[in-house]
């Protein structure tokens, strides 16, 4: 069974600081997906992550895919505050090839950015 | 481009009620997914569709929770009856290529049993 954790759970950061969150998974995938949630909102896709190695940037986030490790991580540069969200990774479990077609969740991390 | 429709965004039932849950996923998008959000977690699937076939529902508890999806667009999920422990967000996603893919949520339908 495909397990999804992320780590920190929680994080208060101050602004213009740095942080990474990481996303460790059980079972061998290389499609993974971060999604953020304002609160009462719903999920907002952020990055789809499609092969090892994989890098994308959008403004002050940055995810990465090692898939040989099965770890994905979110980095924050230089935070503000309009990035205060929850912060889900998913992943796309695969046996022989062939997709479950479903996505895993972690559990979240709350990210509060401080002034 | 309308995103994805879920309908009612809140419901406030009494225990042993029934409730349910409609869902308008993008404009040809044929897989279309129920997830459930516990405060505080990450959305578990309930079921997912195929068209108008249900692929995957092999986490939906069948004996109070069921799912439809007509004509292979719309889709409605009951529960009945409801029990103190449903209550959560029924987020509805759709994607557009068939296994996943990038999931395109609803704002989802918050339930609260009393």
């Known amino acids: 069974e495909l397990k999804v954790e992320q780590n920190p759970l929680f994080l208060s950061m101050q602004e213009g600081k740095n942080y990474t969150i990481y996303c460790n998974y059980s079972?061998?995938?290389?499609?993974l997906y971060w999604y953020r949630q304002d609160p009462g909102k719903s999920l907002e896709s952020l990055f789809v992550l499609l092969s090892n190695g994989a890098v994308k940037q959008e403004g002050r986030l940055m995810a990465s895919l090692d898939t040989k490790a099965r770890l994905s991580t979110l980095h924050i540069t230089a935070a503000v505050h309009d990035l205060s969200a929850t912060y889900f990774c998913a992943v796309e479990g695969y046996a022989g090839g062939t997709s479950y077609g479903k996505l895993t969740f972690g559990q979240g991390t709350i990210l509060t950015v401080h002034p | 481009e309308a995103g994805v429709v879920q309908s009612p965004r809140y419901k406030i039932i009494e225990k042993k009620q029934p409730v349910a849950f409609w869902c308008n996923p993008i404009?040809?998008?044929?897989?279309l997914y129920w997830y459930l959000q516990n405060l505080g977690q990450g959305p578990e699937l309930l079921i997912r569709y195929e068209n108008e076939e249900a692929v995957d529902d092999s986490q939906l508890p069948k004996d109070r929770f069921s799912a439809e999806r007509l004509k292979g667009v719309d889709s409605t999920l009951k529960i009945q009856p409801a029990e103190l422990g449903d209550s959560a967000v029924y987020l509805c996603?759709?994607?557009?290529?068939?296994?996943?893919?990038?999931?395109?949520f609803g704002e989802g339908s918050r339930l609260t049993v009393l």
């Open positions: 996603a759709s994607s557009a290529r068939q296994g996943v893919g990038e999931l395109f």
């Open positions: 079972t061998t995938s290389d499609r």
């Open positions: 404009s040809g998008h044929n897989t």
